[in-house]
């Protein structure tokens, strides 16, 4: 093939060993890094990449076992390569012992290197494959990463909505506290007030009995005192709580000026009243209501006096009031008031019952 003498070129052979081991030792560390970065990422997958670990610890072994198939392999090559190195070192002595062609030499340096290559091939292949597997082992790195930062976010929100409801409830707590103790608070206020309130108004109310059960006392004796102090007179009486001078023995018909007659009677009511004031006591507030009425007669037309049964009726009631005054009785116990023919004590309009319905009543009555 060639046509010159293999003593007279330049001998490539080891130089060419080292560069090929050079080459193989950078694709061993090349695999290891490769391995180990995959190793070192598989690692982080905790949760959803279970199935994914034990494929690519699978995959591991297996390019672990590749490698040191690779290792031994490249110790074959290496070993081959000193073999044939030993051997062309051989040749070559033994070419210029025995002036061997050129020819032959290329020959076997030919049939060396197509081992070799063929071996090469094999390797290229191998780093072909795991370049495959480190391609998939990213790409399903790179989806564990995906779904591990999802999972961080989802986790980041459920944590942050946690924390603001959890927060909201805290305050509606607080606010239900406060509310709480504050109804506490003003339920006891009220309570005390109530209990207070209560002890005020049993101590009233039973004041109050009292002050009626005297006053129940004082009543009976004052429409006695009166009874007796009018004698006999059979047009004076007692109703309940009431009594009830008729206002025929008091004033003329249609006038509000009490008669001689009425003046003696008021008179002896008045001696009545003033022996009551030396007997009440002064703590109970009682009072003579005099309460006029009329019956249902219209006034008569043009009358200047008074225009109508109410004002003749108040009139009336004034006047007994101011009789009392003239006769010693206090003031501040006597109340007069006129009804008209709003409460008649009989509703027929003949003459007994009309003569019924005009009357002054008398009250002894707590204000």
């Known amino acids: 093939m060639f046509n010159f003498r293999f003593r007279d070129k330049t001998n490539t052979w080891p130089a060419f060993v080292d560069l090929f081991s050079n080459l193989v030792i950078i694709l061993i560390f090349l695999l290891i890094v490769f391995v180990f970065l995959w190793t070192t990422t598989s690692v982080f997958n905790k949760s959803s990449g279970v199935k994914t670990i034990a494929e690519l610890k699978q995959t591991n072994a ?8 690779m ?6 090559a290496t070993r081959l390569l000193l073999q044939a190195r030993a051997r062309l070192e051989s040749a070559e002595t033994d ?33 072909e494959d795991l370049r495959v597997q480190l391609n998939q082992a990213l790409v399903a790195k790179q989806q564990i990463n995906e779904l591990e930062q999802e999972r961080r976010d989802l986790q980041a929100q459920m944590q942050a909505q946690m924390a603001e409801k959890s927060a909201e ?3 509606e707590l607080r606010k239900l506290n406060a509310a ?16 207070e309130m209560s002890t005020r108004l049993n101590k009233a109310l039973a004041d109050k009995v009292a002050e009626l059960k005297a006053m129940e006392e004082y009543q009976s004796e004052f429409y006695r005192s009166i009874k007796i102090a009018l004698g006999d007179t059979t047009s004076v009486m007692a109703d309940g709580d009431r009594f009830i001078v008729p206002s025929d023995i008091l004033f003329q018909t249609g006038s509000y000026k009490l008669s001689d007659e009425g003046k003696n009677q008021v008179r002896l009511i008045s001696n009545v009243i003033k022996g009551l004031e ?13 309460d006029g009425h009329t019956d249902k007669q219209p006034v008569v037309p043009g009358n200047r006096a008074y225009a109508d049964n109410m004002q003749l009726s108040i009139l009336r009631a004034r006047a007994v009031m101011n009789e009392l005054v003239r006769d010693g009785v206090s003031p501040r ?8 023919d709003l409460h008649p004590m009989e509703l027929g309009t003949d003459p007994a019952s009309m003569q019924k319905n005009r009357r002054i009543e008398l009250k002894l009555t707590n204000k």
Request: glycine residues 2%.
């Open 169 to 171: 409830h805290l305050a």
């Open 62 to 69: 297996e390019q672990s076992q590749r490698i040191r198939q």
């Open 278 to 290: 030396a007997k009440i006591p002064t703590d109970v507030d009682w009072i003579i209501r005099i």
């Open 180 to 195: 709480l103790a504050a109804a506490e608070e003003s339920a006891h206020e009220q309570e005390v007030k109530y209990i």
């Open 95 to 127: 070419l210029n012992d025995k002036d061997l062609s050129i020819v032959d030499l290329i020959t076997a340096y030919e049939q060396q290197v197509t081992a070799l290559q063929e071996k090469d091939a094999a390797t290229n292949q191998q780093i």
């Open 71 to 76: 290792e031994s392999d490249e110790a074959e």
């Open 333 to 340: 116990r006597l109340v007069p008031s006129g009804f008209g």
